[in-house]
Protein backbone atom coordinates (compact mmCIF):
# COMPACT_ATOMS: atom_id res chain seq x y z
CA UNK A 1 0.00 0.00 0.00
CA UNK A 2 0.85 3.51 -0.16
CA UNK A 3 2.38 5.52 2.81
CA UNK A 4 4.31 8.67 3.65
CA UNK A 5 5.50 8.44 7.07
CA UNK A 6 6.97 11.26 9.15
CA UNK A 7 8.44 11.10 12.83
CA UNK A 8 5.15 10.80 14.71
CA UNK A 9 7.30 12.17 18.07
CA UNK A 10 7.49 15.59 18.64
CA UNK A 11 11.84 16.39 17.91
CA UNK A 12 12.96 18.69 20.78
CA UNK A 13 16.26 20.49 20.41
CA UNK A 14 18.23 23.40 21.63
CA UNK A 15 18.26 26.96 19.94
CA UNK A 16 21.68 26.89 17.88
CA UNK A 17 21.60 23.44 16.50
CA UNK A 18 20.07 21.98 13.36
CA UNK A 19 16.77 20.24 12.93
CA UNK A 20 17.02 17.37 10.71
CA UNK A 21 13.17 16.03 9.61
CA UNK A 22 12.53 12.98 7.43
CA UNK A 23 9.92 11.59 5.41
CA UNK A 24 9.87 8.34 3.74
CA UNK A 25 7.32 7.05 1.05
CA UNK A 26 6.67 3.60 -0.28
CA UNK A 27 4.90 3.01 -3.48
CA UNK A 28 4.57 6.64 -4.75
CA UNK A 29 6.81 7.56 -7.89
CA UNK A 30 6.36 11.27 -7.22
CA UNK A 31 7.16 13.98 -9.69
CA UNK A 32 7.86 16.22 -6.60
CA UNK A 33 8.02 17.00 -3.15
CA UNK A 34 6.69 19.65 -0.88
CA UNK A 35 7.24 20.97 2.99
CA UNK A 36 4.85 22.47 4.32
CA UNK A 37 5.10 24.58 7.81
CA UNK A 38 1.89 24.38 9.98
CA UNK A 39 0.74 26.36 13.44
CA UNK A 40 -1.27 25.60 15.89
CA UNK A 41 -4.48 26.70 14.53
CA UNK A 42 -3.22 28.11 11.03
CA UNK A 43 -3.58 26.48 8.15
CA UNK A 44 -0.07 24.78 6.54
CA UNK A 45 2.78 27.29 4.93
CA UNK A 46 4.44 26.10 2.00
CA UNK A 47 8.35 26.29 2.41
CA UNK A 48 10.05 24.46 -0.23
CA UNK A 49 9.55 22.39 -3.54
CA UNK A 50 12.06 20.03 -4.90
CA UNK A 51 11.49 18.14 -7.84
CA UNK A 52 12.72 14.72 -8.54
CA UNK A 53 15.50 15.00 -10.80
CA UNK A 54 16.96 17.61 -7.90
CA UNK A 55 18.94 16.16 -5.21
CA UNK A 56 19.16 19.31 -2.93
CA UNK A 57 17.22 22.73 -2.50
CA UNK A 58 17.78 25.87 0.09
CA UNK A 59 16.26 28.54 0.98
CA UNK A 60 17.94 30.88 3.81
CA UNK A 61 18.30 28.44 6.84
CA UNK A 62 16.28 25.52 4.96
CA UNK A 63 17.80 22.48 2.92
CA UNK A 64 15.57 19.71 2.02
CA UNK A 65 17.78 16.62 0.00
CA UNK A 66 15.27 14.39 -2.06
CA UNK A 67 16.60 10.84 -2.69
CA UNK A 68 14.46 8.96 -4.87
CA UNK A 69 16.88 5.47 -4.67
CA UNK A 70 16.14 5.43 -1.07
CA UNK A 71 12.51 7.37 -1.31
CA UNK A 72 13.19 9.62 0.91
CA UNK A 73 12.88 13.37 2.00
CA UNK A 74 15.23 15.45 4.38
CA UNK A 75 14.46 18.62 5.71
CA UNK A 76 17.29 20.53 7.83
CA UNK A 77 16.60 24.05 9.78
CA UNK A 78 20.40 25.28 10.80
CA UNK A 79 20.92 27.70 13.55
CA UNK A 80 17.35 26.59 14.48
CA UNK A 81 15.32 29.14 16.48
CA UNK A 82 11.93 28.85 19.47
CA UNK A 83 10.24 30.76 16.16
CA UNK A 84 10.90 27.53 13.97
CA UNK A 85 9.14 26.00 16.49
CA UNK A 86 5.80 24.21 14.84
CA UNK A 87 4.70 20.92 12.81
CA UNK A 88 6.31 19.94 9.65
CA UNK A 89 4.76 18.53 6.77
CA UNK A 90 6.17 16.53 3.72
CA UNK A 91 3.57 16.17 0.56
CA UNK A 92 4.18 14.66 -2.36
CA UNK A 93 2.48 14.58 -5.91
CA UNK A 94 2.21 11.04 -7.76
CA UNK A 95 3.67 11.24 -11.36
CA UNK A 96 0.88 12.30 -13.95
CA UNK A 97 -2.34 13.84 -13.15
CA UNK A 98 -4.08 16.79 -11.07
CA UNK A 99 -2.43 18.45 -9.02
CA UNK A 100 -3.21 16.05 -5.80
CA UNK A 101 -0.94 16.49 -2.98
CA UNK A 102 -0.72 13.29 -0.42
CA UNK A 103 0.71 14.59 2.96
CA UNK A 104 2.23 13.03 5.64
CA UNK A 105 0.69 13.21 9.49
CA UNK A 106 3.85 15.91 9.96
CA UNK A 107 6.71 16.34 12.46
CA UNK A 108 6.38 18.61 15.73
CA UNK A 109 9.56 20.50 16.17
CA UNK A 110 10.12 21.73 19.70
CA UNK A 111 12.78 24.56 19.23
CA UNK A 112 14.00 24.94 22.95
CA UNK A 113 16.36 28.26 24.30
CA UNK B 1 -4.90 41.19 3.19
CA UNK B 2 -5.97 37.02 3.85
CA UNK B 3 -5.41 35.47 0.83
CA UNK B 4 -7.49 32.40 1.04
CA UNK B 5 -10.92 33.28 3.25
CA UNK B 6 -12.63 30.64 4.86
CA UNK B 7 -15.74 31.04 7.22
CA UNK B 8 -16.84 30.35 9.69
CA UNK B 9 -13.51 29.48 11.59
CA UNK B 10 -15.44 27.24 14.38
CA UNK B 11 -18.66 25.73 13.62
CA UNK B 12 -20.74 23.03 16.49
CA UNK B 13 -23.50 21.63 15.16
CA UNK B 14 -26.06 18.33 16.13
CA UNK B 15 -26.37 14.88 14.13
CA UNK B 16 -28.44 15.10 11.34
CA UNK B 17 -28.20 19.15 10.54
CA UNK B 18 -27.03 20.36 7.27
CA UNK B 19 -24.12 22.96 7.10
CA UNK B 20 -21.82 25.21 4.69
CA UNK B 21 -18.47 26.48 4.57
CA UNK B 22 -17.64 29.51 2.58
CA UNK B 23 -14.05 29.77 0.73
CA UNK B 24 -12.80 32.74 -0.93
CA UNK B 25 -9.44 33.35 -2.67
CA UNK B 26 -8.31 36.83 -3.94
CA UNK B 27 -4.83 35.48 -5.21
CA UNK B 28 -5.78 34.80 -8.97
CA UNK B 29 -5.90 31.11 -8.91
CA UNK B 30 -7.07 28.54 -11.26
CA UNK B 31 -8.05 25.46 -8.75
CA UNK B 32 -9.37 25.10 -5.47
CA UNK B 33 -9.49 22.51 -2.95
CA UNK B 34 -11.26 21.40 0.14
CA UNK B 35 -8.50 19.32 2.54
CA UNK B 36 -10.25 16.95 5.78
CA UNK B 37 -7.57 17.00 9.13
CA UNK B 38 -8.76 14.20 11.17
CA UNK B 39 -7.65 13.89 14.63
CA UNK B 40 -4.60 12.35 13.89
CA UNK B 41 -3.71 15.42 11.90
CA UNK B 42 -3.07 13.67 8.31
CA UNK B 43 -4.93 16.07 5.89
CA UNK B 44 -6.45 14.26 3.21
CA UNK B 45 -7.86 15.90 -0.34
CA UNK B 46 -11.49 15.71 -0.89
CA UNK B 47 -12.74 17.96 -3.78
CA UNK B 48 -10.45 20.40 -6.51
CA UNK B 49 -12.10 22.86 -9.20
CA UNK B 50 -10.34 23.76 -11.65
CA UNK B 51 -11.69 26.93 -13.44
CA UNK B 52 -15.20 25.98 -11.53
CA UNK B 53 -14.77 22.49 -12.99
CA UNK B 54 -14.44 19.36 -10.71
CA UNK B 55 -11.52 17.62 -11.64
CA UNK B 56 -10.42 15.58 -8.27
CA UNK B 57 -13.91 13.92 -6.06
CA UNK B 58 -11.86 11.18 -3.58
CA UNK B 59 -14.09 8.81 -2.12
CA UNK B 60 -16.19 11.22 0.03
CA UNK B 61 -19.76 10.45 1.34
CA UNK B 62 -22.31 12.04 -1.32
CA UNK B 63 -23.58 14.01 2.29
CA UNK B 64 -20.74 16.01 0.95
CA UNK B 65 -21.19 18.70 -1.86
CA UNK B 66 -18.49 21.34 -3.34
CA UNK B 67 -19.89 24.03 -5.40
CA UNK B 68 -17.68 26.50 -6.83
CA UNK B 69 -20.11 29.43 -8.03
CA UNK B 70 -17.10 31.22 -10.06
CA UNK B 71 -13.03 30.17 -9.86
CA UNK B 72 -12.31 32.46 -6.70
CA UNK B 73 -15.20 30.59 -4.40
CA UNK B 74 -15.17 26.80 -3.40
CA UNK B 75 -17.91 26.46 -0.73
CA UNK B 76 -18.92 22.93 0.88
CA UNK B 77 -21.87 21.90 1.90
CA UNK B 78 -22.43 18.99 3.89
CA UNK B 79 -26.11 17.17 4.64
CA UNK B 80 -26.95 15.19 7.76
CA UNK B 81 -23.71 15.62 9.63
CA UNK B 82 -22.28 12.70 11.58
CA UNK B 83 -20.16 12.57 14.30
CA UNK B 84 -17.33 11.10 12.33
CA UNK B 85 -17.55 14.48 10.38
CA UNK B 86 -15.05 16.52 13.02
CA UNK B 87 -12.66 17.78 12.15
CA UNK B 88 -11.08 20.98 10.80
CA UNK B 89 -11.75 21.55 7.22
CA UNK B 90 -9.00 23.16 5.12
CA UNK B 91 -9.83 25.04 1.55
CA UNK B 92 -6.68 25.77 -0.79
CA UNK B 93 -5.99 26.79 -3.84
CA UNK B 94 -2.82 26.93 -6.64
CA UNK B 95 -1.93 28.39 -9.29
CA UNK B 96 -2.97 25.21 -12.06
CA UNK B 97 -3.93 21.95 -11.57
CA UNK B 98 -0.93 20.10 -13.18
CA UNK B 99 2.25 21.48 -12.22
CA UNK B 100 4.09 21.55 -9.22
CA UNK B 101 2.48 24.59 -8.06
CA UNK B 102 2.40 25.28 -4.07
CA UNK B 103 -0.93 25.25 -1.80
CA UNK B 104 -2.19 28.29 -0.59
CA UNK B 105 -4.33 27.07 2.65
CA UNK B 106 -7.08 29.21 4.32
CA UNK B 107 -6.63 28.80 8.35
CA UNK B 108 -9.43 26.08 8.57
CA UNK B 109 -12.80 25.56 9.69
CA UNK B 110 -12.91 23.32 12.75
CA UNK B 111 -16.45 21.83 12.61
CA UNK B 112 -17.70 19.31 15.93
CA UNK B 113 -20.81 17.39 15.38
CA UNK B 114 -22.39 16.32 18.85
Known amino acids: SQKIEQNSEALNIQEGKTATLTCNYTNYSPAYLQWYRQDPGRGPVFLLLIRENEKEKRKERLKVTFDTTLKQSLFHITASQPADSATYLC????????????FGAGTRLAVHP | DTAVSQTPKYLVTQMGNDKSIKCEQNLGHDTMYWYKQDSKKFLKIMFS???????INETVPNRFSPKSPDKAHLNLHINSLELGDSAVYFC?????????????FGNGTRLTVT
Open chain 2, 92 to 104: ASSQGDAGPSPLH
Open chain 2, 49 to 55: YNNKELI
Open chain 1, 91 to 102: ALRHSGGYNKLI
